[in-house]
């Protein structure tokens, strides 16, 4: 297994990771299940090339751009959805979806159902450049749900009415959960069609929303750790598993079936990996050290 094999899942898993932790937000910290966040990245993925290959714009900005784009139309199909109870949400998220590929593959500026070709790859979406944006996309998130806007958030997942009796503007933080998510759908949409080079309506199924949800769910509600942890390993298993190439499909959701059996909580269950325990235990091998030197 050569290093550009494992650096390509590695930039695939922190792809996928930058929809998961939008979604992770959305559904795991808010509460509201969306089986449409497929069509945010393709707005992002549109937007971003559309921006690099007609209007030489920089890959970073571009991205920007895809995020932004993928956001503003999120803030539109919230105004218009957010006040839906349950299911109703999840299946207006699911009609987004899917009309947003339709509408893609019908629009000849975006090249209709052929898609875009020849998007720019050199020095774009590269192993380092997906860590970086994935790095910083894991600090904002968890400076978000540790502030007092998380915790409004969190509070609307366990209580809608509960939180709105409390004085919480539910309508509010559930539209900035939904925003946020997009803004991190868009850019990871960016991030695959500089990576692949081309893109596609197709590319942007029903199937791709429902793997993503998957994954914040197989990693655990409510845990930015399971959502990485969980990004990586659905990522990785379907190529372990290319060999058995007939079966490799079964196996996989075979094994997300018995993870969800054995652990209904999902991998984290809620929790989170701390680093406190590691820095304890190098601090007190360090304390003990000075304390032999002195001796």
Request: glycine share 12%; proline share 2%.
């Amino acid at each position: 297994m050569s290093w550009d094999y494992v650096s390509g899942i590695l930039i695939l898993s922190g792809i996928n990771l930058m929809t998961v932790l939008g979604l992770s937000l959305l559904t795991g910290f808010t509460g509201m299940f969306s089986f449409g966040h497929a069509g945010f990245m393709a707005i992002g993925a549109y937007a971003a090339a559309t921006m690099t290959m007609k209007f030489g714009m920089p890959f970073f900005a571009a991205l920007l751009i895809g995020g932004i784009a993928s956001m503003i139309v999120s803030l539109l199909i919230g105004k218009l959805t957010l006040n839906l109870k349950g299911d109703y949400f999840c299946i207006a998220t699911l009609g987004f979806g899917e009309a947003t590929r339709l509408i893609l593959d019908n629009v000849q500026y975006f090249g209709g159902a052929r898609g875009l070709s020849s998007i720019p790859t050199v020095g774009t979406t590269t192993l380092p450049n997906v860590i970086i944006i994935n790095i910083v996309a894991v600090f904002v998130l968890v400076c978000i749900i540790k502030s007092r806007h998380g915790r409004n958030m969190v509070a609307i997942r366990e209580e809608e009415l509960a939180a709105q009796t409390i004085g919480i503007d539910v309508f509010k933080y559930k539209m900035i959960a939904l925003a946020i998510s997009a803004l991190y759908a868009g850019i990871s949409g960016g991030m695959m069609a500089h990576y692949l080079g081309y893109i596609q309506p197709v590319m942007f199924k029903l199937v791709k929303s429902t793997e993503l949800t998957i994954i914040v769910i197989f990693g655990g509600l409510g845990s930015v750790s399971g959502s990485v942890i969980g990004t990586i390993l659905l990522t990785f298993l379907p190529e372990i598993l290319r060999s058995f190439y007939n079966w490799r499909l079964v196996i996989y959701g075979a094994a997300v079936i018995l993870i969800m059996i054995t652990r209904p909580q999902g991998l984290m269950g809620g929790k989170e990996i701390s680093l406190k325990p590691v820095i304890r235990f190098i601090k007190g091998r360090t304390d003990k050290a000075k304390e032999e030197v002195k001796s």
